[in-house]
C-alpha cells in the first residue's frame, strides 16, 4: 500500500448515472474506503477516532491492523469499557458521502446494483437511473443481541403487505429485508453478540464468509459490501452465552478492550463524558473532587470485596459526578445560593446511588454500603495527600483552638461555612494548590476548598468529626 487510490468524487448535487460516471466517481468497497482513509489520517495526523480515551497505545493499533487488513472483528471486554463507542467511531472512517440507487432499501450502488428491482431499473432507464447520496452517519446499522432476536430482524423475512398489494409469493420483492441488508455498504454492529441464539448465529455465517444473504426459501442471493463488528462480554462469552465456533471461525480479528490503566486516563474520561451534564445541571465540580472520583472508581475495580469478572462500568465514575453535581445543585435551589459548587459534603450521597453498579461477592453481602463508603473515604484521602499533603494548614487548625467546632452539611450554604470558618490565612494558596485558578475565587469555590482540607485533616487524623445524615462536625 504505497500511495492511495485516486481520490472519489464525492457530489450530493449529481442525480443521474450518467452524470456520476462524468465526474469521475470510483466505486470503493466499504473495506477499502476504510482502508485509504484510515491510511490518509495516518500519514496527515489527524486524529483517527476522535472521543476515544486511553486506548492509544493497546487497542486502538490492534484495531487499526485489523482495518487495514480488512477483517471483520470482536470487541472483546467487560461493560463500561467503551466497545459501542469505539465501533460507533469506525463510521468517521467512511467517504462522506457516498452514492446509491434512489430508493433502494439496501443501499446499492449505481454502478453495480444487485436487488432485483435496482437491477430492473437499470435496465430500464439506462444513464439515466437516479441517484441518492448518503452520509456516513447514515450509513450504520446496529442490533442489540437478545434473545427474542430473530432471524428476520437480522436478516429478512417475507413481507405480507407485500404480498397483500397483489405480488406472488415467488416474488423477490416481497421480501422485507433485515437490519443486515438494509445496512448494506456500511457498518453494521451486533453487541452482545453472546446472547443471540446459537440458532440465529448461523444466519451471519454467510454474511462473513460468503458476503450474501439467504431469506426463506427464496433462490435470492445478495451480494453484502459490508464490515460487521460485534462486541462481547468475556464472562458472557465462555458462560452465559456463547460465540458459536463456526462464526468466531470467520471474524477476522479479536481486540481486547480494558478499562482506563492510569488515573490520569480515568481523569480524562470522567471530564470528557460528563463535562456537558456538569454544565447542563449548571454546577461546578472542581478538579480535586473530580480526582476522588477517578481513584474512588479505581479503588472500586480492585477491591477483593467487588466481583471482578463483571467489572465496574466507567459509567460508574460518570454516574458519581454527575450525582455529586446534582446534590450542589439541590443545595444552591434550597438555600439560594448563587451559584453551585460541589464540596465534599455532597460525595456520601453517591454511595446510595452507585450501589446498584457494582456487583459484590457472595461474602459481603449486607456490607456493600459499608464498603463502598471506606474505599470512598480511602479515595479521599489519597487525593489530599497528594495535592495538600505537603501544605502548612496550621492557620487552619487554629481555628479549632479552645475546643472550636465547625459544622458543615449538604444544605450549608458556601457563604455560611465560610462565615463559621471565619478569615483563613493562605486561604488563596490553597486554593491554589487545589487547581483552582482564575474566575473561580466565588464563595463555592473557597468553601469547597476549606471542606476538603478540614475533611482530609481529619482522615489525617488531626481532627474529629461527628457525622449524622446529611451533616458533620469538625472538633478537635
Same mark, same amino acid.
Given at each position: 500500500?504505497?500511495?492511495?487510490l485516486?481520490?472519489v468524487?464525492?457530489?450530493?448535487?449529481?442525480?443521474?448515472?450518467?452524470?456520476?460516471?462524468?465526474?469521475?466517481h470510483?466505486?470503493r468497497?466499504?473495506?477499502?474506503?476504510?482502508?485509504?482513509?484510515?491510511?490518509?489520517?495516518?500519514? /496527515?495526523?489527524?486524529?483517527?477516532?476522535?472521543?476515544?480515551?486511553?486506548?492509544?497505545?493497546?487497542?486502538?493499533?490492534? !484495531?487499526?491492523?485489523?482495518?487495514?487488513?480488512?477483517?471483520?472483528?470482536?470487541?472483546?471486554?467487560?461493560?463500561?469499557?467503551g466497545?459501542?463507542?469505539?465501533i460507533?467511531?469506525?463510521?468517521?472512517?467512511?467517504?462522506?458521502?457516498?452514492?446509491?440507487?434512489?430508493?433502494?432499501?439496501?443501499?446499492?450502488?449505481?454502478?453495480?446494483?444487485?436487488?432485483?428491482?435496482?437491477?430492473r431499473?437499470?435496465?430500464?432507464a439506462g444513464?439515466?437511473?437516479?441517484?441518492?447520496?448518503?452520509?456516513?452517519?447514515?450509513?450504520?446499522?446496529?442490533?442489540l443481541?437478545?434473545?427474542?432476536?430473530?432471524?428476520?430482524?437480522?436478516?429478512?423475512?417475507?413481507?405480507?403487505?407485500?404480498?397483500?398489494?397483489?405480488? $406472488?409469493?415467488?416474488?423477490?420483492?416481497?421480501?422485507?429485508?433485515?437490519?443486515?441488508?438494509? /445496512?448494506?455498504?456500511g457498518?453494521?454492529?451486533?453487541?452482545?453478540?453472546?446472547?443471540?441464539?446459537?440458532?440465529?448465529?448461523?444466519s451471519? !455465517?454467510?454474511?462473513?464468509?460468503?458476503?450474501?444473504?439467504?431469506?426463506?426459501?427464496?433462490?435470492?442471493?445478495?451480494?453484502?459490501?459490508?464490515?460487521?463488528?460485534? /462486541?462481547a462480554?468475556?464472562?458472557?462469552?465462555?458462560?452465559?452465552?456463547?460465540?458459536?465456533?463456526p462464526?468466531?471461525?470467520?471474524?477476522?480479528a479479536?481486540?481486547?478492550?480494558?478499562?482506563?490503566?492510569?488515573?490520569?486516563?480515568?481523569l480524562?474520561?470522567?471530564?470528557q463524558?460528563?463535562?456537558?451534564?456538569?454544565?447542563?445541571?449548571?454546577?461546578?465540580?472542581?478538579?480535586?473532587?473530580?480526582?476522588?472520583?477517578?481513584?474512588?472508581?479505581?479503588l472500586?475495580?480492585?477491591? $477483593?470485596?467487588?466481583?471482578?469478572?463483571?467489572?465496574?462500568?466507567?459509567?460508574?465514575?460518570?454516574?458519581?459526578?454527575?450525582?455529586?453535581?446534582?446534590?450542589?445543585?439541590?443545595?444552591?435551589?434550597?438555600?439560594?445560593?448563587?451559584?453551585a459548587?460541589?464540596?465534599?459534603?455532597?460525595?456520601?450521597?453517591?454511595?446510595?446511588?452507585?450501589?446498584?453498579?457494582?456487583?459484590f461477592?457472595?461474602?459481603?453481602?449486607?456490607?456493600e454500603?459499608?464498603?463502598? $463508603?471506606?474505599?470512598?473515604?480511602?479515595? $479521599?484521602?489519597?487525593?489530599?495527600?497528594?495535592?495538600?499533603?505537603?501544605?502548612?494548614?496550621?492557620?487552619?487548625?487554629?481555628?479549632?483552638?479552645?475546643?472550636?467546632?465547625?459544622?458543615?452539611?449538604? !444544605?450549608?450554604p458556601?457563604?455560611?461555612l465560610?462565615?463559621?470558618?471565619?478569615?483563613?490565612?493562605?486561604?488563596?494558596?490553597?486554593?491554589?494548590?487545589?487547581?483552582?485558578?482564575?474566575?473561580?475565587?466565588?464563595?463555592?469555590?473557597?468553601?469547597?476548598?476549606?471542606?476538603?482540607?478540614?475533611?482530609?485533616?481529619?482522615?489525617?487524623?488531626r481532627? /474529629?468529626?461527628?457525622?449524622?445524615?446529611g451533616?458533620?462536625?469538625?472538633?478537635?
Open positions: 500500500m504505497g500511495r492511495s485516486e481520490p468524487h464525492q457530489n450530493p448535487e449529481l442525480h443521474t448515472l450518467r452524470e456520476l460516471r462524468q465526474s469521475g470510483i466505486h468497497t466499504v473495506k477499502a474506503e476504510i482502508r485509504e482513509n484510515l491510511l490518509g489520517r495516518m500519514r /496527515s495526523g489527524e486524529e483517527r477516532f476522535p472521543g476515544i480515551v486511553g486506548f492509544d497505545d493497546s487497542v486502538l493499533p490492534h !484495531l487499526e491492523r485489523a482495518l487495514l487488513a480488512g477483517h471483520d472483528l470482536v470487541l472483546l471486554g467487560e461493560r463500561g469499557q466497545k459501542t463507542r469505539l460507533r467511531t469506525v463510521t468517521g472512517l467512511l467517504d462522506e458521502w457516498t452514492p446509491i440507487v434512489a430508493g433502494c432499501e439496501i443501499n446499492d450502488h449505481p454502478y453495480a446494483p444487485s436487488c432485483v428491482r435496482c437491477r431499473l437499470a435496465g430500464e444513464d439515466d437511473l437516479p441517484i441518492a447520496w448518503k452520509h456516513r452517519d447514515e450509513r450504520y446499522g446496529e442490533k443481541a437478545t434473545p427474542d432476536t430473530s432471524v428476520g430482524d437480522l436478516i429478512g423475512d417475507v413481507d405480507p403487505i407485500k404480498i397483500a398489494e397483489g405480488r $406472488t409469493l415467488g416474488d423477490p420483492e416481497t421480501v422485507h429485508y433485515g437490519l443486515v441488508p438494509r /445496512s448494506n455498504r457498518v453494521f454492529s451486533v453487541n452482545e453478540l453472546p446472547d443471540l441464539a446459537e440458532r440465529i448465529q448461523v451471519l !455465517l454467510n454474511v462473513l464468509e460468503e458476503r450474501d444473504i439467504q431469506v426463506r426459501g427464496y433462490n435470492l442471493r445478495l451480494p453484502l459490501d459490508i464490515l460487521l463488528i460485534a /462486541s462480554n468475556p464472562e458472557d462469552y465462555t458462560n452465559r452465552g456463547r460465540i458459536i465456533t462464526l468466531k471461525d470467520r471474524f477476522g479479536e481486540v481486547r478492550t480494558h478499562y482506563p490503566l492510569d488515573l490520569d486516563t480515568e480524562r474520561l470522567i471530564r463524558e460528563a463535562v456537558l451534564d456538569w454544565a447542563e445541571l449548571g454546577a461546578d465540580l472542581p478538579d480535586h473532587l473530580v480526582e476522588v472520583l477517578a481513584r474512588f472508581t479505581r472500586v475495580r480492585e477491591s $477483593t470485596a467487588v466481583d471482578s469478572r463483571s467489572g465496574v462500568s466507567a459509567r460508574f465514575s460518570i454516574a458519581a459526578a454527575e450525582t455529586a453535581s446534582a446534590s450542589a445543585v439541590r443545595r444552591a435551589a434550597l438555600t439560594g445560593e448563587e451559584r459548587v460541589t464540596r465534599v459534603c455532597d460525595l456520601p450521597p453517591i454511595v446510595h446511588t452507585l450501589r446498584g453498579k457494582v456487583e461477592e457472595v461474602s459481603e453481602e449486607g456490607r454500603t459499608e464498603v463502598l $463508603t471506606h474505599l470512598l473515604r480511602r479515595a $479521599t484521602a489519597e487525593t489530599f495527600r497528594g495535592t495538600l499533603g505537603g501544605m502548612d494548614l496550621a492557620p487552619l487548625l487554629a481555628k479549632f483552638d479552645d475546643g472550636a467546632q465547625i459544622e458543615s452539611g449538604e !444544605l450549608v458556601a457563604g455560611e465560610l462565615r463559621r470558618i471565619g478569615p483563613v490565612e493562605g486561604l488563596a494558596k490553597l486554593m491554589q494548590s487545589l487547581g483552582m485558578g482564575a474566575g473561580e475565587e466565588s464563595p463555592g469555590h473557597a468553601a469547597a476548598a476549606l471542606e476538603f482540607a478540614l475533611e482530609g485533616l481529619f482522615l489525617m487524623r481532627l /474529629s468529626k461527628d457525622a449524622a445524615e451533616s458533620a462536625i469538625y472538633r478537635t
